[in-house]
């Protein structure tokens, strides 16, 4: 286990809620006259059900253990709530580097990154400042150029020939610089590249094409003027919408508007709808069934570059092998593939990387799936850590700690550094095999109600190697959260009755039914555990008859029947415990009289769930050797 021991894990009830089946509602007619049978079976395996206890190895139970501090309650539901049972709502986008609040509509048009001066480091991603070259004592406006420098690894914009006018709007003046790059005019504003592509085609006829390259633009394909990225993909986008208009037949056809609105988000019933009443796919629900058009024209494919074609040179790649072979490059030239990562598709050496917009980082807030409560909500703005609601479980369950009973000092002996081994705390990474050891399990209460808590679990855990488990009191009741000072008082009176047991000469020794300590709003009872054997490390127990050893086949036929090799974590001690809890609470529905001598109206609740305890692993004979 990755957690060391001992550890507790908590079973979320979500794990055990059945799945509907679709196809019970279109065979329900079929099936009427069956339905006192399938009544009957399905009470049969409800009770069945109910009687298994939980696997903690079974596969379904990785999806279904969770950290007690990973789970969330839900008031409305009363249920413990782990991260499959609820929803998440971006609250806010911000930025981690400069806190600055991003506009969700600024988001969907700019993209998931900052927009202001906050950069990253392609080469190590640490943050990127902004800095001067010539630093002047004078009080000018401008002293650049400025560059971008890594206090880390000294990457600056330098190595890749980027300088800069002003020390703000840093992403516009890159945006400009890679445009021109391009091939568009230096003269194009920002908002302008914003617009419609309807200059595409003009750039298009400035292009080379195969015939025209001549040496120098076949040796660097860098020197080509292309579009980026994100240009072609614009370019692809407005010519498949295109394509989709001319080729359908009817305005409302779900096809010829924007295919993207209409399947991303079906918001109305009447888009749905329209794929079956006015759809041209054909079929016995569309239009093609009751009378026949003309052909349509076929969609085609993108031919040319403003439709966002890209054609590779011939010779790219052997550009590449050259570049790289080459003694300038080496290997420290090439691009790593976390850093090609965010980067353009065409970078591949370290002269290629460009400085990073930061990713924005969001707040969220949780709401349950049942019910839609709200669970989490964090402070909006993006400064503050706080949150207006956070409904954990631990505020409403027992806080479960599980710790060895080491035996105290023989009477009259003071614990020092020379005590005796044998009562010293045991190894859990290493329990004996079949010798018994006792756990003391506390239960820590936060509510504000006295609980009464039930603890149940089977005589064996489960799995190919078992091991006895017995609760010692597994009825007993948590005190309320109370105030401090009532525990201070309490502990006053409970530390003079300990004095008086210890002084009598006689060590504390656990009984059944009764519990080891308590407090104010905490109770510790006994665990004991009897480890199991791991298969084939202790010989099979034979038997003497007339000077001659014989196996007792009869009592050893179950135990050594499986003798292969111990699979993962198989020789650790997981604890399966059903957990049931019950406390009266205030209705919070009603109005609760003022009255003195009136008291409010209470209401019982009632929790149950599955609890997991990791106790040990049990030692092997190899590593006893």
Not at 121 to 133: D, F, H, R
Not at 509 to 533: M, S
């Amino acid at each position: 286990m990755a957690r060391p021991f001992p550890y507790t894990y908590i079973s979320c009830p979500c794990a055990e809620t059945p799945t509907p089946d679709p196809s019970a509602k279109r065979t329900s007619r079929d099936l009427s006259s069956k339905k006192n049978a399938g009544q009957s079976a399905a009470s049969e395996s409800g009770e069945e059900g109910d009687e298994q206890a939980f696997d903690p190895r079974s596969p379904r139970a990785n999806f279904s253990l969770y950290p007690p501090e990973q789970l969330l309650f839900c008031e409305d539901c009363h249920q413990i709530k782990c991260p499959r049972c609820i929803t998440e709502e971006i609250v806010c986008w911000y930025c981690p580097n400069c806190l600055f609040e991003t506009p969700s509509s600024m988001v969907r048009s700019e993209g998931n990154r900052c927009a202001r001066n906050c950069f990253t480091c392609p080469v190590c991603t640490a943050p990127l400042a902004v800095t001067t070259l010539e630093n002047t004592t004078e009080s000018h406006a401008h002293q650049g150029p400025w560059i971008l420098a890594c206090g880390y690894c000294m990457w600056t914009t330098l190595d890749i020939g980027l300088k800069f006018d002003k020390p703000t709007n840093i992403r516009i003046q890159l945006s400009k610089i890679y445009e021109n790059a391009n091939g568009r005019k230096a003269s194009k504003t920002v908002s302008g590249l914003k617009s419609s592509l309807s200059t595409l085609s003009s750039m298009s006829e400035q292009l080379p094409g195969p015939d025209e390259e001549g040496d120098d633009g076949s040796r660097n394909p860098k020197e080509q003027s292309q579009l980026d990225h994100n240009a072609r993909f614009a370019a692809l986008k407005t010519f498949y919408r295109n394509q989709i208009a001319e080729t359908s037949a009817s305005p409302t056809d779900p096809l010829g508007s924007d295919f993207g609105a209409i399947f991303s988000s079906p918001s109305a019933l009447n888009r749905i709808m329209s794929i079956y009443t006015s759809s041209t796919l054909g079929g016995p629900y569309g239009a093609a069934a009751k009378k026949q058009k003309s052909k349509l024209p076929v969609m085609r494919e993108a031919l040319t570059a403003s439709e966002g074609l890209k054609i590779p040179p011939p010779d790219a790649e052997r550009f590449i092998i050259e570049r790289v072979t080459s003694p300038d490059c080496g290997w420290d030239g090439l691009a790593s593939m976390d850093q090609r990562a965010f980067q353009s598709p065409d970078a591949r050496f370290v002269d290629d990387l460009r400085p990073l917009p930061v990713l924005l980082r969001t707040k969220r807030s949780k709401r349950c799936k049942s019910c839609k409560h709200i669970l989490v909500k964090p402070e909006f703005k993006p400064q503050s850590t706080r949150f207006r609601i956070r409904l954990i479980a631990l505020s409403y369950i027992p806080l479960s700690t599980l710790r060895p009973l080491v035996p105290s000092p023989y009477p009259g002996q003071l614990p020092s550094s020379t005590t005796s081994p044998s009562i010293s705390a045991p190894s859990l990474d290493a329990l004996e095999p079949s010798k018994p050891i006792q756990f003391l399990l506390t239960l820590k209460n936060h509510l504000f109600d006295p609980v009464n808590v039930t603890l149940a679990t089977p005589s064996l855990t489960p799995g190919r190697v078992t091991s006895k488990i017995t609760i010692l009191c597994p009825q007993f009741e948590l005190g309320a959260n109370s105030d401090v000072w009532d525990e201070a008082l309490q502990n006053a009176t409970a530390t003079a009755d300990r004095s008086s047991r210890s002084g009598s000469g006689f060590e504390k020794v656990a009984e059944a039914g009764k519990v080891w300590d308590k407090g104010r709003n905490w109770t510790t009872v006994v665990l004991e555990v009897v480890p199991g054997t791991l298969p084939g490390s202790s010989p099979r127990p034979t038997l003497q008859l007339g000077g001659k050893k014989v196996h007792d086949a009869r009592e050893t036929s179950d135990k050594w029947e499986n003798t292969s090799p111990l699979r993962e974590d198989e020789d650790v001690i997981e604890i399966p415990i059903f957990v049931r809890l019950e406390w009266d609470s205030e209705n919070q529905m009603i109005e609760q009289p003022m009255g003195k001598g009136q008291k409010p109206e209470t209401i019982k609740r009632e929790l149950a769930y599955w609890m997991v305890l990791g106790a040990g692993r049990i030692k092997s004979e190899d590593a006893s050797l």
